[in-house]
């Protein structure tokens, strides 16, 4: 087995795994990417689809935001739906100019993947089992099995983008992570349809039936969700009983000429905060879901993962440039400062719109009163549009 030589080891081609490899092609510096799944795997999984003003921005400066720039929808405002009744909060007057863009993240894995390839990137695919070696040693290297051979990445640092089950926050000693989660009574249940939505943009609904959030991929094809319970049996949900429910949630004025037809994805996503802290073991570095998970709600996961890999890219950078680690020692710091206002807006956010089985009458009054604050209350609307639009890098 003679050992591949390259700068910084990847593991996990999801959205940072690529990310990162395209960012570090772009200063210079060259990375090997091991992803356990096949291509048509990863790009297949619907997933996030509102991008921050400041993840189109680094897509398109990174040189993969053509397509998005193209086709991605701009929103200027989001919609919340109480009683049966839909209110528009306007984020771009509220922030002085923000706006989200609805992009599919099965769209940004292809745009990433037809570069990375493109530029003749090393991204082995199907390479399962991987495994870290030497991690707090200054020649940390990967092994993994490809067709039954073994292989080995001898590398200067490796990059743990493996997402929420990943190895590579599993191979760090326990008593040297600090773990935060809670995990909430409820999950999501999403379709994709090629129906038109109802409305322009977003509609997050609050109803005593439950949470549903009308979303899109294009003005042609609506992404769905409805609260559900976490053992919720898929089986159970055909087409025709998920749409009257979302009808349901959301009243039947909001939902007057809702297009309904055959859902062409259909699955069921648990809700979870969770923050791994510090988001470095020796010269491992975690980055996206392999370090945070936040519920849905906020449309966090992806933008954060995607502010990780550039603070983490532009440490590297420094590091070849200048041999300065600073900035690498800095980056869990510097990452878990947002992470964790993040993680605080999707908490809030979810505590806002979601049913919850054991919450009090009391504590059901205090929820209902809080949305209406914030919808009534331009202080209100206007911390819901800066947090979802998103908050400063490094801020
Ligand atoms: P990913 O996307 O999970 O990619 C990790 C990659 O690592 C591979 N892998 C391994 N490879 C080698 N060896 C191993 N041992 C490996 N273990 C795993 C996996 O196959 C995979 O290819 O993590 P990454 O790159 O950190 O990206 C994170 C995002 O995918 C995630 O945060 C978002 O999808 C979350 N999310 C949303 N984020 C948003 O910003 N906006 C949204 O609107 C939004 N909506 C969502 C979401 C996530 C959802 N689900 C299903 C959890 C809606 C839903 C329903
Ligand atoms: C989506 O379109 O998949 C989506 C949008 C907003 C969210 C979560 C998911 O908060």
Redesign the pocket.
């Known amino acids: 087995m003679s050992p591949l030589r390259t700068q910084v080891g990847i593991?996990?081609?999801?959205?940072?795994?690529l990310l990162l490899s395209q960012l570090l092609h772009n200063a210079g510096i060259e990375s090997v990417v091991?992803?356990?799944?096949d291509r048509a795997?990863?790009e297949g999984?619907?997933?996030?689809?509102?991008?921050e003003q400041g993840t189109v921005d680094l897509l398109t400066a990174a040189g993969v935001g053509a397509r998005l720039q193209r086709e991605g929808l701009v929103h200027e405002g989001v919609e919340v739906a109480l009683d049966g009744r839909r209110h528009r909060i306007d984020m771009k007057a509220l922030t002085g100019g923000s706006c989200v863009t609805v992009y599919g993240?099965t769209q940004i894995q292809k745009d990433l993947f037809e570069r990375r390839f493109g530029d003749n990137a090393n991204i082995v695919l199907e390479?399962?089992?991987?495994s870290l070696h030497d991690v707090e040693t200054d020649r940390p290297s990967l092994r993994y099995l490809r067709d039954g051979v073994e292989h080995r990445v001898d590398c200067d640092f490796i990059a743990g983008?493996?997402?929420?089950?990943?190895?590579c926050r599993a191979s760090i000693p326990a008593d040297r992570l600090d773990l935060f989660e809670r995990v909430y009574p409820f999950a999501?249940l999403?379709i994709l349809a090629n129906t038109r939505p109802v409305s322009d943009e977003l509609v997050y609904t609050s109803s005593p039936r439950g949470f549903a959030l009308f979303s899109m991929r294009s003005t042609r094809v609506s992404r769905l969700?409805l609260q559900c319970t976490p053992d919720e049996d898929l089986n159970e949900w055909s087409d025709d009983r998920i749409w009257t429910e979302l009808q349901r949630r959301l009243g039947p004025e909001a939902s007057a000429g809702m297009e309904t037809g055959p859902s062409t994805e259909k699955?069921i996503?648990p809700m979870r905060s969770f923050v791994a802290e510090p988001m470095r073991w020796g010269n491992l570095f975690l980055?996206?879901?392999?370090a945070h998970?936040?519920p849905?709600t906020g449309?966090?996961?992806?933008?954060?993962?995607v502010a990780d890999v550039r603070v983490l890219a532009q440490a590297f950078d420094t590091y070849y440039r200048t041999g300065s680690a600073d900035r690498l020692d800095a980056y869990s710091d510097t990452c878990l400062k947002r992470v964790w206002k993040a993680q605080r807006f999707s908490w809030w956010l979810t505590s806002l719109l979601h049913r919850f089985p054991d919450r009090s009458a009391f504590d059901g009054r205090v929820q209902r009163a809080e949305l209406q604050y914030v919808l009534d209350s331009a202080a209100g609307q206007q911390t819901l549009a800066e947090n979802y639009t998103g908050l400063p890098f490094g801020g």
């Open positions: 593991v996990g081609a999801g959205p940072a795994g091991l992803e356990r799944h795997y990863v999984r619907i997933r996030a689809g509102v991008l993240q390479a399962a089992p991987v983008c493996d997402g929420f089950h990943g190895i999501w999403g969700y699955s996503a980055a996206g879901d392999a998970i936040v849905p449309a966090k996961g992806l933008n954060l993962a």
